[in-house]
């Protein structure tokens, strides 16, 4: 077989992985209102997608607070849990794996998607940063709109959403999930506190690497000792930088994370990377680094050809890969990637957070 290692089994912390492929997070907008509930159209989804042998969720809200674009899923209420049932019950029928990213936005929001202020590390607004809503626009497209100025969290809304990131976490469980992803990367809440450019706090919070780094580290165990090390994963960006987040202390910052999420045990650590043509690529040099620092499961997602996926697996570089625009496109990757065959192209670009819709959704064609 060409890509021997891609279609290898795999253990995650228990969880037994028909493959190496991860569909990774896409946020697509299709959560039933009022109340921003998962569906039978998004289990429809997630289940035509169950040929790869872990999904991780698109990015699911922690609280009202959290969310930061238009018809987002959460995970706070009662009917949100019992939304998520559909789509959990219909992979695992389907036999694979599914963990649910457990989201805050911080500073990246408006009040004219969740009607609330914005709140982040330092009451620093994001330059050049918009978020979406849907205003009856031509076509049901999303209509971009730049983020609020945000304000300084307090002691108390810190602990708030530390245990927002815990209730989601039981939430996830309780709906079914086999673990959850903690979103610690792309510009959001997390990843705020973690950049010095986003975070010029001067308590416990803010300052030294040490400093910035708390705050994941306390949701990382505060949801570790809630649902167990072993289903608790944590995505990271180091090599991102849009949403106003250039910071050039940020590969220190994440490698010390690394080695305080190792000491956690947490499940993986999962490395967002630029999935745009001519983005930096991560040295190999900060992979094996990595690789040394951070004992469990490494994953790597960001526009990998099956080729450069299998490569990073065979080089013991990292153990899973997750793939976004193409499993968008086509429900049955793993079985093209097998077969080398043709595949879909994204439809249309309205469709991609289409206000709702099934076209372009659940209607790409399998082979």
Request: proline residues 5%; glycine residues 8%; contains cysteine.
């Amino acid at each position: 077989m060409k890509y021997q290692k891609l279609f290898q089994h795999y253990n995650l912390s228990g969880n037994h992985l028909e493959n190496r492929f991860l569909m990774a997070p896409m946020t697509r907008s299709r959560a039933s209102q009022p109340g921003d509930i998962p569906n039978a159209l998004m289990a429809e989804y997630y289940a035509q997608r169950s040929t790869a042998g872990i999904i991780i969720t698109e990015a699911v809200q922690v609280s009202l607070q959290g969310k930061g674009y238009a018809k987002t899923p959460g995970i706070y209420s009662k009917q949100q849990i019992e939304g998520w049932k559909l789509i959990t019950d219909a992979v695992h029928q389907n036999g694979s794996k599914i963990f649910l990213q457990l989201w805050h936005v911080g500073r990246v929001s408006s009040s004219k998607v969740n009607g609330l202020q914005p709140i982040a590390p330092s009451s620093l607004t994001a330059q050049n940063t918009s978020v979406y809503i849907f205003d009856g626009a031509p076509n049901g497209d999303a209509t971009f709109v730049p983020v609020d100025e945000p304000r300084e969290m307090n002691k108390s809304d810190i602990e708030i959403v530390i245990k927002e990131f815990v209730l989601g976490a039981k939430n996830a469980i309780e709906a079914g999930f086999d673990g959850v992803e903690i979103h610690g990367a792309n510009g959001y809440l997390i990843d705020q506190f973690l950049r010095s450019n986003s975070n010029k706090r001067t308590d416990e919070y803010g300052g030294s690497k040490e400093n910035r780094i708390r705050l994941l580290l306390e949701i990382s165990k505060a949801v570790s000792n809630a649902v167990g090390k072993e289903k608790t994963g944590v995505r990271l960006s180091p090599f991102i930088s849009f949403k106003d987040m250039d910071d050039p202390e940020i590969l220190e910052t994440i490698m010390l994370s690394a080695e305080e999420l190792n000491k956690l045990d947490v499940a993986y650590i999962h490395l967002c990377e630029a999935d745009w043509d001519e983005a930096p690529q991560i040295p190999i040099d900060f992979r094996s680094k990595l690789r040394d620092t951070f004992k469990n499961t490494i994953i790597a997602t960001g526009n990998k050809t099956p080729e450069e996926a299998e490569k990073l697996l065979q080089e013991n570089l990292v153990d899973l890969v997750g793939f976004g625009r193409n499993f968008l496109t086509n429900p049955d990757y793993p079985a093209r990637v097998k077969e080398n065959l043709s595949l879909n192209k994204i439809s249309d670009n309205h469709t991609l957070f289409g206000g709702g819709g099934a076209r372009g959704y659940i209607d790409y064609p399998f082979f």
